[in-house]
């Protein structure tokens, strides 16, 4: 089951460009987590968000959470070729158990050069 | 490199025939998540371990089973294989037993014939 769903499915931007991902949510959660991922290879951890939090920055990187709507974006700014990969919301605490991270169905990120 | 290691990287295999899939956290990690990834169902939570119990479970198969040992390693055993379980089957290691940042493996392509 997927607790979360990325909006939109794909997206395609030129290099330079800002890029938004959101993601829905539907329980509610202690933490919010955003993946990155290659094609064909492993996830890798880009930015977590605790429920009490409203904003967060890493570099290039700017993550929102409203947890009054249960929705959370992703903003990359300045993007670049090699940003090109699926992107993943993941949230915990899925019908109380806060031990499964739960991924949600991925953001394609194309950046054309 | 995320510290975790996954083998087999690829393995054929027919349907009905058993096999199992090897994972080893990253140096310090207490915690083993299993992931399933595919096509048509997204990426999966099936199983986590902590320090060698079972912790959380979510969307496994009674044909799939798996295990942590004491030195951390962790093995996914997928018997009575069918076609659909073809699939990208990642492990994941975090310090903690809830929640936080996962660092994941590179995965195995598991295709069955």
């Known amino acids: 089951s997927q607790q979360g769903e990325e909006d939109p499915q794909a997206l395609s931007i030129q290099e330079g460009e800002n890029a938004t991902m959101n993601c829905s949510y539907k329980?509610?959660?202690?933490?919010l987590q955003w993946y990155r991922q290659n094609s064909g290879r492993g996830l890798v951890h880009l930015i977590l968000?605790?429920?009490?939090?409203r904003e967060k920055h890493s570099g290039r990187l700017r993550v929102t959470l409203d947890t009054s709507k249960k929705s959370s974006s992703l903003l990359i700014t300045a993007s670049r070729a090699a940003d090109t990969a699926s992107y993943f919301c993941?949230?915990?605490?899925?019908?109380?158990?806060?031990?499964?991270?739960?991924f949600g169905t991925g953001t394609l990120l194309a950046v054309q050069p | 490199d995320s510290g975790v290691t996954q083998t087999p990287k690829h393995l054929i295999t027919a349907t009905g025939q058993r096999v199992t899939l090897r994972c080893s956290p990253r140096?310090?990690?207490?915690?083993v998540y299993w992931y399933q990834q595919s096509l048509d169902q997204g990426l999966q939570f099936l199983i986590q371990?902590?320090?060698?119990?079972?912790?959380a479970k979510g969307n496994i198969l009674e044909r799939f089973s798996a295990q942590q040992f004491p030195d951390l390693h962790s093995e996914l055993n997928l018997s009575s294989l069918e076609l659909g379980d073809s699939a990208l089957y990642f492990c994941?290691?975090?310090?903690?037993?809830?929640?936080?940042?996962?660092?994941f493996g590179e995965g195995s392509r598991l295709t069955v014939l």
């Open positions: 968000i605790r429920s009490n939090e």
């Open positions: 371990y902590y320090n060698g119990e079972e912790r």
């Open positions: 140096s310090g990690d207490l915690s």
């Open positions: 994941a290691s975090s310090l903690y037993v809830g929640v936080g940042e996962l660092f």
């Open positions: 329980t509610s959660i202690n933490n």
């Open positions: 993941a949230t915990d605490n899925y019908g109380g158990a806060t031990n499964k991270l739960i």
